[in-house]
């Protein structure tokens, strides 16, 4: 959960500085999730653009609205994220535009929650595809404009869930589906997130001042979550998650939410605030963040398979092999 009770504006409020000027890209903005909450929080802090991207240009066109009427500029583009093609295109056009110099903090929220077994065009498990290599790819592609800023910011989109598996390096496609399970695939994608942050971190932290986190906002009840069954007479998917957390070595395992109150997508969005534009919490670079904190390894109960340097390096070298291509940074 979020124990941080402000919204993306209250911390966007004590930010305003460090986010005026500012060129922000954000990926995933359909009206009603985190990504248009933060992308809303921080309008009024005069950003000098504010680039949202998504699979669906209706629905990013009625965010880019919305921040338009509060006085942003704003551009919008296509991207989906499950095709290396399609991402590949997103990243060109966005690169062929010369009044864009730079990307100063690039948010890769867009994703996907257990969804059911389905190949991706390139032959992945789409989950794996949304979640992690698509954005992976992405973020590469824009690095030219990304190191171009003095102090970038790249922000993975991470979960608790990451709780629910290690990254499977021998068998990351579930035998092409022949195993699937949507919340061990779920949890590979989340831990794959914040071992991405750890990378960049790492490869281009010194190099070109970049800054790179990975954020849990909280649970959060979105358009990413309404297929789920979590509460009420149909709990499925809330005990599936918790036996497995339980294998996965925590006993009590994943339980008590029927107590918690699931936060809105403007308090859940606070932490992208402030992994974003935090002036002190470049001291943790490549850190997991939640509640506006650097997670506490033992009390937030974080797997140490989402925090080694030596699976982050490894993984890296993995999703060039998958989308075909090396960055040497």
Known sequence: MNTDPRSASDLAAIYESHIKGKIVLTTGVSPGGLGAAFVLGIARAQPELLILAGRDLSKVQQTADAVSAVGAKVRTLELELVSLAAVRAAAEKLNSWDDVP?????????????????????????????????????????????????????????SEGHRLGPFRFDDYNFRDGEYYHKWLSY?????????????????????????????????IVSNLSRHLKLFGDDDSDMIAMRDIDRLMGNSIGWGGWEKILPCTPEVGANTYVYAAFDPEVTAHNGGYLLSCRLADPWKDLVKPWATSPVEAERLWKLSERLVGQEFSY
């Not at 949304?130 to 790819?137: A, D, K, Q, S, T």
């Open 187 to 219: 949890g590979q994608t989340k831990s794959a997130n914040m071992l991405m942050a750890i990378s960049l971190a790492e490869k281009l932290g010194s190099k070109h001042n970049l800054a790179a986190f990975s954020v849990h906002p909280g649970l």
């Open 102 to 158: 730079r990307i100063d903090v690039l948010v890769n929220n867009a994703g996907v929650m257990a969804i059911d077994w389905a190949l991706s065009p390139d032959g992945f498990d789409s989950q794996l595809a949304i979640n992690h290599l698509g954005p992976f790819l992405f973020t590469n592609l824009l690095m030219g404009k990304i190191t171009k800023s003095p102090a970038p910011r790249v922000i993975n989109v991470t």
